[in-house]
């Protein structure tokens, strides 16, 4: 499960064998959040309010590279990092 981007203790990782919708996973602390690429919303999980609110704020800004690392990752290809939220 490839690690696509760190910021404020939320690491950001997207599964190469992975369900549709298009999606990844953020995990925060002893949280876990599925958060759909096409949108940005919450599939499965939770994240503190905080965690959440910047999770959302990165993907928005990351969309285009999120669905590319998606389409990378489905076809067992490597994928690029993702600059953090700063």
């Given at each position: 499960?490839?690690?696509?981007s ?5 690491v ?8 549709v919708p ?18 940005p919303?919450?599939?499965?999980g ?19 590279e999120?669905r ?8 067992g290809r ?6 953090p939220?700063r």
């Open positions: 499960m490839p690690e696509l760190r910021f404020f203790g939320i950001i990782r997207i599964h190469f064998e992975d369900h298009p999606h990844f996973h953020a995990i925060y602390g002893e949280f876990e959040a599925e958060i759909a690429i096409d949108g919303q919450l599939l499965r939770s994240l503190p309010p905080r965690g959440f609110g910047m999770t959302m704020e990165w993907a928005t800004i990351h969309s285009d999120l590319l690392a998606w389409d990378l990752a489905k076809a490597p994928v690029a990092r993702i600059e939220l």
